[in-house]
C-alpha cells in the first residue's frame, strides 16, 4: 500500500508555546482516531532550527479521502480545537506532494536542542524535502533484505541490541591474520582508563620506525559498538601498507555524553604520536580513520588537533561520517525506515550525545559540521553510499574543507547503504568502493613527507 496524496503545512505558535505545539502534534493523531495508524503511512514533525516556535508537519495518507475520514471526525476535531490557544495565526499549507514508501505508520520528533543554534554558526536552510529517495543497489538490497530485522535504538532496546554491534577479538580479527595483537590501558583526559589495541603486521622489520600507522575509531553511532567494530576495514591497509592499527576504546553515550568522547579519542591520538618509537611508526605517516560515528569523531579529533597544534595528521579518512547533530538535510528525511541507521535512530543518538550539554552551544569538535573554519585540516577521504542518512552533511563536509583551500577526495557511492562495505564486504559495489579508498590511502603514504615531525610540528 503506498501513499499517493501528502502536504506539508507550516505553523507558528505563540512566543515560548513551541513545545506544546509539538506535543500536541505528536499525540493528536493517535488520540484524534486510532484507525488513523492504518491510513496515514508518513508523519513528520520537524522544528525550525533559528525560531523553535515554527513547526512543519509533513503527511502521507493512503487517498485523499481517509485523510478527510479521520479529521472529519468529532474526536480529532477536538484535537484541532486545541490549536486556537497556541497557533499565532492561520497555518500555511505548501503544495501537495506525492509521498511514496512503506505503508508503516511513523512519527518523528525533532528535539529543540538538537536543532539549536551554536554562537556564530547560522541556522541551516531548511530543505525542500522530497520523500522518494534513491534506489539501492541491486545486489545490496537483497543482501540487505535477507538480514533479520532489529529494532531501532532507544531506551528500551539499546541494551538489547548492543550485543550485537560487537564481535570477540578472535573472531574480528581472523580474517587477517597472523597479525602481532597487543591490548593495553591509557589514562584519559579525566584520568579513567581506557582500552586500546595495537595490531601490527607479522614478518615486517619495525624497528627502523617507518611504518605508517592507522589511527582507527570505530562506528556505532557513538552508543555502542568497540574497538575491534569495524577492525577489518584498517586491518586491510595493514596487510598492503605493513601499517600499525591503534584502536581506541572511546566511552560511550548515554552513559557518557558531551566532549567525553572526541577527548578519549584525542588522548588516544596524543599517546600514540608520543609513543611512536615503540611503536616504530613514522609520524609523518599517521592517519586518523573512522566509520560512521568513528568518521565524526576522526574530524572532530582532527579540529581539536589543529586548535591545540597536535600531531601532525597526514591524512583523516572519513567512511559514511556522524557529522552533524542538527539531523535537519534532505538525506537524514529521506531515511526514516527500516534501514542501518535511519534518522530515527540519529535522533537518539544525538540526544544521547549532547544530553550534558543541555541548552548550552554544541561544540563543533562534537559536530564538526558547525565548525566555522574547516581550514588547515589534514588531506581528506570522504565517502557515503547515495541512500543513506549521512549523505548530504559529508557532501557538505568535503565541500567546505574544499572552499577552505585545503584537500578532499569525496565519493558517493551509487546504490549504497549506510555501512555496506563494512556489513557486506565481499558485494561487488563494496568491494569497489574498498579498493578505491585503498588506493587513495597507497598514493597518500607514498607522497607522505619522509622526516618525522618534530617538537615544533607538534
Not at 205 to 226: F, K, R, S
Not at 405 to 410: E, F, T, V
Request: proline share 7%; with cysteine.
Amino acid at each position: 500500500m503506498n501513499a499517493n496524496y501528502g502536504f506539508t503545512c507550516t505553523m507558528t505558535a505563540k512566543p515560548g508555546m513551541g513545545d506544546q505545539l509539538v506535543e500536541l502534534l505528536l499525540t493528536g493523531l493517535d488520540e484524534g482516531n486510532p484507525a488513523a495508524t492504518e491510513w496515514c503511512v508518513l508523519y513528520l514533525v520537524s522544528r525550525s532550527a533559528a525560531n523553535p516556535d515554527v513547526v512543519t508537519v509533513q503527511e502521507g495518507w493512503t487517498t485523499e479521502e481517509d485523510h478527510h475520514r479521520i479529521f472529519a471526525g468529532e474526536a480529532a476535531q477536538g484535537i484541532v480545537a486545541q490549536f486556537a490557544d497556541i497557533l499565532a495565526g492561520e497555518p500555511t499549507y505548501g503544495d501537495l506532494i506525492p509521498v511514496r514508501g512503506k505503508a508503516d505508520y511513523q512519527k518523528f520528533s525533532a528535539p529543540s536542542e538538537l536543532n539549536s543554534t551554536n554562537a556564530g554558526q547560522p541556522a541551516p536552510q531548511e530543505p525542500d524535502l522530497t520523500f522518494p529517495h534513491p534506489p539501492l543497489d541491486p545486489e545490496l538490497q537483497d543482501l540487505l533484505f535477507s538480514m533479520p530485522e532489529t529494532p531501532p535504538p532507544d531506551k528500551q532496546t539499546l541494551e538489547m541490541i548492543r550485543p550485537y554491534a560487537t564481535l570477540p577479538a578472535e573472531t574480528a580479527i581472523a580474517s587477517h591474520l597472523p597479525v602481532d595483537r597487543q591490548e593495553i590501558s591509557i589514562a584519559s583526559f579525566d584520568g579513567t582508563q581506557i582500552p586500546v589495541t595495537i595490531l601490527r603486521p607479522i614478518g615486517i622489520d619495525l624497528t627502523d620506525g617507518n611504518a605508517p600507522c592507522v589511527y582507527w575509531l570505530h562506528g556505532g553511532g557513538m552508543i555502542m559498538g568497540d574497538r575491534y567494530s569495524q577492525i577489518d576495514i584498517p586491518l586491510d591497509w595493514l596487510t598492503r601498507f605493513g601499517a600499525v592499527v591503534v584502536s581506541v576504546d572511546y566511552r560511550l553515550a548515554p552513559e557518557f555524553s558531551g566532549t567525553t568522547l572526541v577527548e578519549d579519542c584525542y588522548t588516544g591520538l596524543i599517546w600514540t604520536a608520543d609513543y611512536a618509537t615503540d611503536l616504530g611508526i613514522d609520524l609523518s605517516k599517521l592517519v586518523i580513520a573512522g566509520t560512521s560515528a568513528g568518521g565524526g569523531l576522526a574530524a572532530g579529533t582532527a579540529l581539536l588537533t589543529r586548535e591545540r597544534k597536535g600531531p601532525a595528521i597526514a591524512a583523516q579518512v572519513l567512511i559514511g561520517p556522524m557529522l552533524d547533530h542538527r539531523n535537519n538535510t534532505a538525506s537524514s528525511h529521506q531515511f526514516d525506515g527500516p534501514v542501518i541507521w535511519s534518522r530515527d535512530a540519529n535522533a537518539f543518538a544525538w540526544h544521547s550525545v549532547l544530553a550534558d550539554i543541555g541548552d548550552g552551544p554544541v561544540p563543533s569538535c562534537v559536530s564538526p559540521a558547525i565548525a566555522d573554519d574547516l581550514s588547515d585540516l589534514p588531506t581528506t577521504y570522504i565517502d557515503a553510499g547515495s541512500a543513506e542518512v549521512f549523505r548530504d552533511e559529508a557532501v557538505t563536509y568535503a565541500t567546505r574543507i574544499l572552499a577552505a583551500g585545503g584537500q578532499a577526495d569525496l565519493h558517493v557511492w551509487a546504490g549504497g547503504f549506510h555501512g555496506f562495505d563494512a556489513l557486506f564486504p565481499h558485494a561487488a559495489l563494496s568491494q569497489i568502493a574498498r579498493q578505491t579508498r585503498s588506493d587513495w590511502l597507497g598514493r597518500v603514504l607514498a607522497g607522505a613527507a619522509t622526516h618525522s615531525p618534530t617538537a615544533t610540528d607538534r
